[in-house]
């Protein structure tokens, strides 16, 4: 049995907690190592590992540090494929979905590598007599990045890749469930040129993140995963006067207005709500036709289109999609299936009970397909997490917009239409955070920034892009004079630039 440990400090660091969960391969269902959970005497080490590195590494010139990004680029991109077939055998998705979330975790790398341009400060030449203003972005010390499952390579890069790019030191607590990935993306950070302790890799469960939403030298948190948890991360790290960006759950609609282009939504719907087993927060798990025409050619085509699809091992190259990550989850996924039978939906497509001939114990879960789902219905109002596809029929595109805007969540929207007036009034009025016009999964680019509105996010800065500069960084702002001849009289009333 493999034990996966840490990584603090520039080394593997093994625990004494005596503390491990179980790290399962979802194609076969089988224990294929343990992660050891850490300890508060871990964090404690961790923490302080980091702090040490911190002063040097804030201090050296931002080009210097743009070189660690290009060269972790590098590496990351030389390594794609062994990265990709570690991440799929733990968490579960196929592997050229996996090669998809290594690149995008190396495109916000890639972002990182602009970081003397990115966190150049202002400058003001005669703010007053004689005196200029100037402000700088100054890193904040050790950070933390708290990840989800679902996105083991993309989502530490989106966090640490940024942090440390603005010379803070990093503490990466990766999701339990799939931890391989994230503890090699610390040890190719070190390979790069970073110095030990600037990128760390902490295993652990609550009593790691508890310990570290408390630790008086951690001065910011960015956590991604569920809501309730994202919600208990921001309200507990925020009282203790850390920075924190908390991430929650989704539940995106795609709109489907009479006049789209029907075999294009049926091809991007598909592929948006079955693809890596639904398990995406940017998935599209809520189709809104509207319309009784609209809504009964998208069931029909769809409803070919979900058969036809193969489900299969993560490194099976024709599978679209494969295994979910655990059996809790998938037993959970079909729970919400039974749910939505009882609460009166129409259950045209059953994913239940798929069995893989030879991997009879592997998470695998088919596609599923609710019609006639209702606003008021649990199965609806809560994220699934899965390959379960629920439309719900809307008469007018304000009936629509309204499912999307009074939904708990507000991550991701689309619309799918061909009029240029239609969308454009759409983007504005919806209350959701990433708005998709004809693209059925609008994640932003690295350069722009990611992040949800509602229960999808707790706190008030965007990941990565500029609004993730912002986030790692702080404003100091500096006004200056240089004095010469008489000495300036007492001056008791606040100063003016008149
Ligand atoms: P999760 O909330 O179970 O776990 C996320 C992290 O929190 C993990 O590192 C885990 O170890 C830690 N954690 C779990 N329970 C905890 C507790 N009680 N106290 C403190 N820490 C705890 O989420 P998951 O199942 O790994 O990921 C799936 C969820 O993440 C979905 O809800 C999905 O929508 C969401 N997600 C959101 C985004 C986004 O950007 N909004 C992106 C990806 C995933």
Redesign the pocket.
């Known amino acids: 049995m493999r034990d996966i440990h840490h990584f603090i400090g520039g080394k593997p660091f093994e625990s004494q907690s005596g503390r491990f969960s179980d790290v399962f391969d979802p194609n076969t269902g089988d224990v294929q190592a343990r992660v050891s959970l850490a300890s508060q005497q871990d964090v404690m080490v961790a923490v302080a590992s980091a702090k040490a590195a911190f002063e040097d590494w804030s201090l050296t010139n931002p080009q210097r540090r743009a070189r660690v990004m290009f060269e972790f680029k590098r590496l990351l991109e030389n390594n794609i494929t062994e990265l990709a077939e570690l991440l799929s055998c733990e968490h579960g998705k196929v592997v050229a979905d996996s090669k998809g979330d290594i690149q995008r975790g190396i495109d916000v790398v890639e972002f990182a590598c602009g970081i003397p341009h990115l966190q150049k400060g202002e400058y003001t030449q005669d703010a007053g007599p004689g005196i200029d203003v100037y402000s700088m972005r100054q890193a904040l010390g050790v950070t933390v990045g ?6 083991p390579a993309m ?1 530490p890069c989106w966090m640490g890749a940024v942090s440390v790019a603005c010379g803070n030191t990093f503490i990466l ?5 799939d931890p391989s990935v994230p503890l090699r993306l610390a040890e190719l950070m070190l390979e790069a040129g970073a110095p030990e302790g600037v990128f760390n890799c902490l295993n ?3 009593l ?3 310990a570290l ?1 408390t630790h008086a030298d951690v001065k910011a948190i960015s ?8 919600q ?2 921001y309200a507990t790290g925020t009282a203790h006067g850390k920075r924190v960006q908390a ?4 539940k995106n609609h795609g709109i489907i207005m009479p006049d789209a282009d029907m075999d294009q939504v049926v091809k991007d719907i598909v592929g948006a709500a079955y693809g890596s087993a639904g ?4 998935a599209l798990p809520v189709a809104v036709p509207v319309g009784q025409k609209t809504a009964d050619a998208f069931i029909e085509r769809m409803l070919d289109a979900a058969k036809e699809l193969r489900v299969g091992v993560s490194t099976d190259s024709e599978a679209h999609f494969a295994p979910v ?1 655990s059996a809790a ?1 998938k037993h959970k996924i079909e729970s919400y299936i039974q749910m939505g039978v009882d609460e009166g939906a129409e259950l045209k497509l059953d994913g239940r009970g798929l069995k893989l001939q030879g991997h009879e114990n592997g998470f695998f879960i088919g596609p599923s397909l609710f019609d006639y789902v209702k606003p008021d219905m649990q199965s609806y109002k809560e ?1 699934i ?1 899965g390959p379960v596809l629920q439309i719900v029929r809307a008469e007018t595109l304000e009936e629509a917009t309204a499912l999307a805007t009074n939904h708990q ?1 507000g ?1 991701g929207v689309a619309i799918f239409t061909r009029s240029g007036r239609i969308a454009r009034d759409f983007a504005a009025k919806v209350q959701v955070g990433m708005v998709g016009i004809n693209v059925p999964i609008p994640v932003p680019v690295s350069y722009h920034s ?3 509105w509602k229960r ?2 707790f706190g008030d800065v965007n ?1 990565h892009g500029p609004e993730g500069v912002r986030f790692w960084t702080k404003v100091k702002t500096i006004t200056q004079r240089w004095p010469e001849g008489d000495i300036a009289d007492q001056a008791f009333i606040i100063p003016t630039m008149q």
């Open positions: 708290i990840t989800p499952f679902n996105f989502i607590k990766p999701s339990e469930k652990g469960d609550k790691a993140v508890d939403l956590f991604v995963g569920s809501s309730d948890i994202a208990y991360v991430m929650g759950g989704a398990e995406r927060c940017m990550v989850h994220e997490f969540y991550n990611f992040g949800g999808s996010a990941q």
